[in-house]
């Protein structure tokens, strides 16, 4: 998965920006050059945006489906004593 991410990612950065392609990636064959006006630069910080939105999914994702895990099995604190608790020991956790 990440594997696939990053090469998607200077994929992108490469074809946005040839010139940073070229001197930080090594690329002998590059199209035309970095666009530098305000359409280029939006271009290369939507990408950014993308890229860190993608990572933070990939890093969050898991953690979310515990939580509602978690939510699903353990009642809310309002309700009675002994039904928080008994969710709370379905998930193997002391009921705080």
Do not use: K, N
């Not at 070229?22 to 950014?48: F, I, N, W």
């Not at 994702?61 to 509602?68: A, C, H, T």
Request: hydrophobic share 45%.
């Amino acid at each position: 998965m990440i594997e696939d991410f990053a090469s998607r990612l200077l994929h992108d950065v490469a074809r946005l920006d040839p010139c940073t392609a070229v001197v930080e990636g090594g690329e002998q064959e590059v199209d035309g050059l970095t666009g530098y006006s305000p359409d280029g630069h939006q271009a290369r910080a939507d990408l950014a945006a993308r890229a860190l939105r993608e990572l933070h999914a990939a890093a969050t994702g898991p953690l979310q489906l515990i939580r509602q895990a978690v939510e699903a099995a353990v009642p809310g604190r309002d309700a009675e004593g002994s039904a928080h608790e008994e969710g709370w020991a379905r998930v193997g956790a002391p009921a705080w």
